[in-house]
């Protein structure tokens, strides 16, 4: 028969008695809670459009620079 003592460590010790463990829980749930947040509001608002020069440290931000259209089709 285990002594009392012996006991009452066990239970001391348990894993729901360690503050860190639910500090750590509830930043977690928190992280998950701004994330899903954050996903709401870019839903909920659109991104208004912004005048820019269409560069980044003087390299062009988009694939084309150039005004005219692509061809319709394949080289022949």
Excluded: E
Aim: some cysteine.
């Amino acid at each position: 028969m285990p002594a009392a003592s012996d006991i009452a460590a066990r239970t001391a010790s348990a894993w729901y008695r360690q503050p860190v463990l639910w500090l750590g829980i509830a930043v977690f749930v928190g992280s998950i809670a701004g994330c899903v947040w954050m996903i709401v509001l870019g839903v909920r608002y659109a991104d208004t459009p912004v005048q820019t020069s269409h560069t980044v440290f003087g390299v062009p931000a988009s694939a084309h620079s150039s005004p005219q259209r692509p061809p319709d089709g394949p080289p022949r």
